[in-house]
């Protein structure tokens, strides 16, 4: 089981990245999948989430309107598409999928069976 996050890099104020997040070693339409980010010592915290076929969508108030959160089963993968960005987007982004959240607990970490390694965005002029 693995999940290969990429698409990170260092990017302007304003600016737009897309970060996907590869699965193999299981099926993917059975997981709600989920972004986190985290910053040197500070906790992970949610991003956004996507439940199986796409049947809710939540995000973070801090991403509302310029993050969007997609997936597509049949290439088992999982996009995060960040517009206008922020110097305090600035976080390593982990993908993670759950076999076990439902949608009032999709922004909790420990629902989160299997975590991608991730990838590191930097917003700054």
């Known amino acids: 089981v693995q999940l290969q996050a990429s698409g990170g890099g260092l990017v302007q104020p304003g600016g737009s990245l897309r970060l996907s997040c590869a699965a193999s070693?299981?099926?993917?339409?059975?997981?709600?999948m989920g972004w986190f980010r985290q910053v040197p010592g500070k906790e992970r915290e949610f991003v956004a989430g996507i439940r199986k076929f796409s049947s809710g969508i939540n995000y973070d108030d801090s991403v509302k309107g310029r993050f969007t959160i997609s997936r597509d089963n049949t290439k088992k993968t999982v996009y995060l598409q960040m517009n206008s960005l922020k110097p305090e987007d600035t976080a390593v982004y982990f993908c993670a999928a759950s076999s076990r959240t439902i949608q009032s607990t999709i922004h909790m970490s420990r629902m989160y069976d299997y975590w991608g390694q991730g990838t590191l965005v930097t917003v700054s002029s």
């Open positions: 070693g299981f099926s993917l339409n059975y997981y709600a």
